[in-house]
């Protein structure tokens, strides 16, 4: 079974540069996360949908951030303009959640960013 | 800013041997969870726990949930190279909803 798919694995940009990640979440999943991991912060949830719609963006740092999910099976996250700072590795992950929510997410292999 | 505190940042051990971590927090957790990074990988679901003073094992892997809900180990026996990698715990605040807190992480490095 494909897990979370992510693009794409790397990206070398220069600064003032939009970004554009992408995530196609498990298929029957509803909900859908993105994190952000850094050796200084670690791991730090971003924002997180649940059947499409944003129910938690407190985490997004400010607003060069962005996070959309048009349909079930796609996820955006931009970055516009990017910065040195925003340099990391950019995780989406999702799970199945039917009121009682086990915590158990399946991350997908990231998407590293690096902004010049 | 994290609320969990996770000890030791890394280990090295010989091939074979016992290994624990754990994490704490001053704030009270309604779950605990243990992930665990491979290079160039997400995190994996290791073991999940719902119940303080819950004790669950996942082959070589035992974690517990403290029974103060601040508190959670991961024991690993026998470790064998495979077991090299980032673990994770990460826990659910109580009145947080969906919203997981991670740990800095646990390298892990396994000596033949």
């Known amino acids: 079974d494909a897990g979370v798919i992510q693009s794409p694995r790397h990206e070398v940009t220069e600064m003032g540069q939009e970004v554009t990640l992408r995530c196609k979440p498990i298929s029957g999943h509803n909900s859908l996360f993105w994190y952000r991991q850094t050796m200084m912060r670690g791991l730090e949830l971003l924002i997180y949908?649940?059947?499409?719609?944003?129910?938690?963006d407190s985490g997004m740092p400010e607003d060069r951030f962005s996070a959309k999910m048009p349909n079930a099976s796609f996820s955006t996250l931009k970055i516009q303009p990017s910065e040195p700072r925003d340099s990391a590795v950019y995780f989406c992950a999702s799970s199945f959640y039917a009121g009682v929510d086990t915590g158990e997410l399946f991350f997908g292999e990231g998407s590293r960013l690096t902004v010049l | 800013g994290q609320q969990l505190n996770q000890s030791p940042q890394s280990m090295f051990i010989q091939e074979g041997e016992d290994v624990s971590m754990n994490c704490t927090s001053s704030?009270?957790?309604?779950?605990w969870l243990w992930y665990k990074q491979d290079p160039g990988e997400g995190p994996v679901l290791l073991i999940a726990?719902?119940?303080?003073?819950e004790l669950t094992s996942n082959g070589r892997l035992t974690a517990q949930f403290g029974i103060t809900r601040k508190d959670s180990f991961l024991n690993i026996s026998a470790s064998i190279p495979s077991d090299v990698g980032i673990y994770f715990c990460a826990g659910q605040l109580r009145g947080s909803a969906r919203q997981l807190t991670f740990g800095s992480g646990t390298q892990l490095t396994v000596l033949p």
């Open positions: 949908f649940n059947n499409n719609v944003p129910i938690d």
């Open positions: 726990l719902y119940k303080a003073g």
């Open positions: 704030s009270i957790f309604n779950t």
